[in-house]
C-alpha cells in the first residue's frame, strides 16, 4: 500500500555519551550531565547531584537502528514514513537543572555545536531545537541569537521552571523579543525540569504520564494570561509530545476566566485567550483520536503529528498502522494539515518528491 508520509513534530537525537566530555574543559565537563548504569536504574548526574531515574530496562527498549547514527536514522524514516523531523534532545534535556551561570552557558554552547556540527550540517529533514541556559536571561538570549545565525529554526525550554521563575513573568521578556525577531519556534517539551514521578501508589505509572503533561498547560495558561503572546503576536509557541485535544478546551475556559472574573484581570489582552492560543499555540501529538477530531470539531488547526522516535512512546516499527488508525475516514485536508501542513507552517524542510505522495 502507498505510505501515508508525514512530517513528525516531537522526535528525539541522542547524543554521544562523550558529548560534554570531549567538547569542555575537564573542570566543566565533570559537572555536565553525564548517565551511568546502575544495578537496576539509570544513574543521572547534574553537577555533583545524583537522581536514580528509570528502569535500565526501559533504557534499552529505545534502540531503533538510528537512535544513534544519522545514516541509519534517515533509513528508519524511510521505512517508517517520516520526511522531515524536530528532534529534541535526550540528555540535554537535563541542562535545565543547572543553576551556575557558567556551566549552564557553556554546557548549552556546546549541545548546540554538537548538533550544529552533526545533525544539521549533515543532513536537512532532522533538524533540532537549539538549548538556551536557563540560569541567566542575558544568556539564553545570546545563545538564541547565535542558534539563529547558525540556522537553528527552533528553541526547546523546559515545561516547568524553577520556583519565583515561571513563564509569565517579565524576567523572561527579553527573551521572548530575541525569538520574535529571530522567527524561532519556541518547543516546550513535556516532563522537563521538575521530577517526572510525583506518586508511587495504585494506577502510579498512568498517573504520572498524565502528570508529565499539566506542565504543558501551565505553560500556555502563563504565556496567554500573563500577555506574553499578546505582546509578541508573531511569536509561536509549540507544546511537544503532550496531546492536543486539551488546547482548544483551555482556551474556552480561559476565556470564560477572562470574562466572568474580569475585574480581576490584569494585564488586559487584546484578544480573547481562545483567539491567541488559535493563532500562537501548536501542539504535537503520537497516538491520541482526540488530537485528531479536534481539527474538525473546533477549528484549532495547529495539531502536529510526532514519531517520538526513537523512544518508547513512540511509533517506530508501527508508524503506518498508527497513521491509517488515526486517519480513516477522516477528510483528506485534516490528514495533510495534521501530518505535514503544521509542521511545514512552523518548520522549513526540503520539499518530499512528488512519487512519495500520501494516500
Known amino acids: 500500500m502507498t505510505k501515508i508520509w508525514a512530517n513528525s513534530g516531537d522526535s528525539h537525537v541522542l547524543e554521544p555519551d562523550d558529548l560534554w566530555l570531549s567538547r569542555l574543559p575537564k573542570r566543566l565537563a565533570e559537572r555536565a550531565p553525564r548517565s551511568e548504569r546502575g544495578e537496576k536504574y539509570e544513574l543521572l548526574y547534574i553537577d555533583g547531584e545524583r537522581m536514580d531515574r528509570q528502569l535500565n530496562d526501559f533504557m534499552d527498549a529505545m534502540r531503533p537502528p538510528g537512535a544513534r547514527d544519522l545514516g541509519p536514522r534517515l533509513q528508519d524514516l524511510d521505512q517508517e514514513g517520516v520526511w522531515g523531523q524536530l528532534a529534541f534532545p535526550s540528555m540535554g534535556f537535563w541542562h535545565v537543572m543547572i543553576t551556575d551561570r557558567e556551566l549552564a552557558r557553556e554546557v548549552v554552547r556546546a549541545w548546540n555545536n554538537w548538533a550544529y556540527d552533526e545533525i544539521l550540517q549533515k543532513n536537512d529533514r532532522v533538524i533540532t531545537p537549539a538549548c538556551v541556559s536557563m540560569a541567566n536571561v542575558e544568556d539564553a538570549v545570546a545563545e538564541l541569537e547565535r542558534a539563529a545565525e ?65 506542565p504543558g498547560m501551565r505553560v500556555v495558561s502563563h504565556l496567554v494570561a500573563g500577555g506574553a503572546l499578546d505582546r509578541h503576536p508573531d511569536l509561536k509557541i509549540l507544546i511537544a509530545e503532550g496531546g492536543a485535544g486539551w488546547v482548544p478546551a483551555i482556551g474556552d475556559r480561559m476565556d470564560e476566566g477572562y470574562r466572568q472574573h474580569g475585574m480581576f484581570v490584569r494585564p488586559k489582552l487584546s484578544r480573547l485567550p481562545s483567539e491567541i492560543i488559535k493563532q500562537q499555540v501548536y501542539a504535537s501529538f503520537q497516538h491520541d483520536r482526540s488530537a485528531v477530531e479536534v481539527v474538525e470539531a473546533t477549528g484549532y488547526r495547529n495539531v502536529m503529528w510526532g514519531d517520538d522516535y526513537p523512544h518508547l512512546e513512540g511509533t517506530y516499527g508501527h508508524t503506518q498502522e498508527t497513521l491509517r488508525g488515526l486517519f480513516a475516514d477522516v477528510p483528506d485536508d485534516v490528514r495533510e494539515r495534521v501530518t505535514r501542513g503544521t509542521f511545514n507552517e512552523l518548520f522549513t524542510v526540503p520539499e518530499q518528491p512528488a512519487q512519495d505522495a500520501a494516500v
Do not use: S
Not at 164 to 181: G, I, K, Q, S, V
Not at 190 to 199: E, P, Q
Open 150 to 214: 547558525l540556522g537553528f529554526q527552533a528553541v526547546f525550554l523546559p515545561t516547568v521552571t524553577r520556583p519565583d521563575e515561571e513563564y509569565a513573568l517579565d524576567r523572561w521578556e527579553p527573551l521572548w523579543t530575541a525569538a520574535e525577531r529571530a522567527g524561532m519556534v519556541l518547543g516546550f517539551h513535556i516532563g522537563t525540569g521538575g521530577d517526572t514521578v510525583v506518586y508511587r501508589g495504585p494506577g502510579g505509572a498512568v498517573v504520572n504520564y498524565m502528570e508529565t503533561t499539566y
